[in-house]
């Protein structure tokens, strides 16, 4: 088989309509595919102002705003007539999941149906989300029904070895591959930063700046940053917070750390430039799967502070690009971040590790996996 034999049926919660680390790993996905002659198409909700615009052929898919305060993503009840009537004229030999949602759930059952090949590729552990909106309680269902979830398709492909251990050990038994993630190092590299631009925000060349990099929502561990930052400030520890992204918690953040400079969002080689004026990625999400912001900073020279938890663990070398801490412990962040603020030297060593160990991070390389997954699933089905 090669790659002009395959029709792949992609469905996401959200292609394009708002920015996430996930979505754009899926474009940047689909690009490689089409290079390489396979035939896409792909399905999401779809919004009339797009954060971007989508890479391939995308069809729109009915859908809601999410309730309790998040109606910017929305969400599909499954796959309407119209749909599964394009996906037929369409005819895939591959359906590719990217979440665990309805719409998600209904392309599966579509593909089982038509016996079809199914792979599922794992961007966000959905499960901890409950605990930032005080609903911790259901994390064991929701654990449950990713498993089923998992368990019901062919392939799963996950971006590092923590998460292929976290899900294996919740008792998913589906082949599991590799689909790591990929660095624009045309873009994202030491050079890029900018004392001019930093002096512009009131960031001195001789200040430290502790970054913040992500979407402002509460699930990115944003009461945790507060609360080192604010350990750090009561410790006589100098630092100045820089804080990049947008999101519906921003004024929350603010409030948490007053006197943090806030850039909103940006994109292309502003956000380059930005990450690479760091000192420090401070990172406490537990979230993350890969943590796409981890390997733009350590491409950019930047030194590493993150939560031990998946994702980072796949990515930082403890004390030798960075620090990883447990998830919750806020005096072993404010200590983490301190040494590096009080030892330049060890700064530097660590920013200098990072941008080396990022170099492995290329874009057409690890899609080639995805790729190459699709084969082994039709292999095994005797496609």
């Given at each position: 088989m090669q790659p002009f034999d395959l029709r792949v049926a992609l469905f996401s919660g959200n292609y394009n309509y708002v920015r996430d680390g996930a979505n754009q790993a899926l474009n940047k996905l689909v690009g490689y595919l089409l290079d390489q002659?396979?035939?896409?198409?792909?399905?999401?909700?779809?919004?009339?102002t797009p954060a971007f615009a989508p890479t391939g052929e995308l069809v729109s898919v009915p859908a809601w705003p999410v309730p309790g305060g998040r109606a910017e993503y929305k969400f599909a009840t499954g796959l309407p007539k119209s749909i599964r009537e394009d996906l037929e004229a369409f005819a895939p030999n591959m359906v590719h999941v990217s979440a665990p949602e309805f719409l998600c759930h209904g392309a599966v059952r579509w593909a089982r149906k038509h016996d079809i090949a199914t792979l599922a590729s794992l961007h966000t552990r959905f499960e901890t989300y409950p605990a930032y909106y005080h609903l911790g309680f259901v994390a064991p269902v929701i654990?449950?029904?990713?498993?089923?979830?998992?368990?019901?398709?062919d392939q799963v492909v996950t971006p590092g070895d923590s998460t292929a251990d976290l899900i294996?050990?919740?008792?998913?038994?589906?082949?599991?591959?590799?689909?790591?993630?990929?660095?624009?190092?045309?873009?994202?590299?030491?050079?890029?930063?900018?004392?001019?631009?930093?002096?512009?925000?009131?960031?001195?060349?001789?200040?430290?700046?502790?970054?913040?990099?992500g979407r402002l929502v509460l699930e990115k561990g944003l009461d945790i940053f507060a609360r080192v930052c604010n350990r750090l400030t009561e410790r006589g520890v100098p630092h100045k917070v820089l804080v990049i992204g947008e999101g519906p918690a921003r004024q929350w953040?603010?409030?948490?750390v007053p006197g943090a400079v806030f850039t909103g969002f940006q994109r292309g080689d502003d956000l380059a430039r930005a990450v690479a004026s760091m000192d420090v990625l401070f990172n406490p999400s537990v979230t993350e799967t890969f943590g796409n912001v981890?390997?733009?900073?350590?491409?950019?020279?930047?030194?590493?502070?993150?939560?031990?938890?998946?994702g980072a663990i796949d990515l930082v070398e403890e004390g030798v690009n960075g620090f990883l801490v447990p998830p919750r412990d806020v005096d072993a962040y404010a200590g983490a971040i301190a040494r590096l603020i009080e030892d330049p030297a060890l700064a530097a060593s660590a920013g200098a590790a990072g941008h080396e160990k990022a170099q492995a991070y290329v874009w057409d390389r690890v899609n080639h996996a995805v790729l190459e997954s699709y084969f082994e699933v039709l292999a095994r089905r005797g496609r």
């Open positions: 002659g396979v035939t896409v198409r792909i399905y999401s909700p779809t919004t009339d654990i449950k029904l990713l498993t089923r979830f998992y368990n019901r398709v294996r050990g919740w008792g998913v038994t589906t082949p599991i591959r590799i689909w790591s993630r990929g660095v624009d190092h045309a873009r994202f590299n030491p050079a890029r930063r900018d004392l001019a631009w930093r002096r512009s925000l009131g960031i001195g060349d001789g200040e430290f700046a502790v970054g913040f990099l953040f603010a409030d948490q981890t390997s733009e900073a350590m491409a950019c020279g930047v030194p590493i502070v993150a939560a031990r938890a998946t």
